[in-house]
């Protein structure tokens, strides 16, 4: 079911959802350092979409640079929008953030960074590496929406709140009168 969002909501929406990214991208990474995806030695897929916009190679800190820049800024990108999708859409929600995580892999590493030459095509990726991508990209997808629901619940009991509070001030005041 689609719903009518008024303005206010959709900025604490994408506020709740670019914070849940952000959190989401922190448990991504604390995923990849305890299950990594690349043991090969193969390089980040940002670092190489990085080179290749460039033309050329770039340093090893200039790759983790990359790297963590683009990790960062996708993941609360990414989270920003399910957040504010998520107000409209609430099914998008759906397995707890999980299957929102798992849209970010099939439409990354699945399709376009295969597409781009950035990847093996899934079929050609090693095992690790897929089963590291479904795990923490499922973990992503997850803290993204407990971090986006809790923020979002604690906002409307907040609004509920002033809102109650601000009848009983007019009804005392009326009765006062």
């Known amino acids: ?8 909501v959709v900025a604490k929406g994408l506020i709740a959802g670019l914070l849940g990214g952000l959190a ?68 998008v929600t759906v397995l707890h953030g999980v299957a929102f995580g798992w849209a970010v892999l099939l439409g990354t590493h699945e399709s376009v960074l295969p597409a781009l030459g950035l990847v093996e095509p899934p079929l050609h990726q090693p095992l690790r590496e897929q089963t590291s991508e479904i795990a923490t990209h499922a973990l992503y997808g997850f803290v993204t929406e407990m971090v986006r629901r809790l923020l979002m619940r604690y906002w409307r009991r907040k609004a509920s709140t002033e809102k109650h509070e601000a009848t009983r001030m007019a009804v005392s005041g009326a009765v006062a009168s």
Request: hydrophobic share 40%; glycine share 12%; proline share 11%.
């Open 24 to 91: 989401g991208s922190a448990a991504k990474l604390i995923g990849e350092a305890i299950y990594p995806p690349r043991t090969l030695g193969q390089e980040p897929p940002p670092a190489l979409l990085v080179e290749k916009v460039l033309g050329h190679p770039i340093s090893k800190g200039e790759r983790t640079a990359a790297s963590q820049v683009f990790h960062w800024t996708f993941g609360s990108g990414l989270g920003a929008a399910y957040g504010v999708a998520a107000e409209f859409v609430p099914s």
């Open 1 to 8: 079911m689609i719903t009518n969002a008024p303005r206010r």
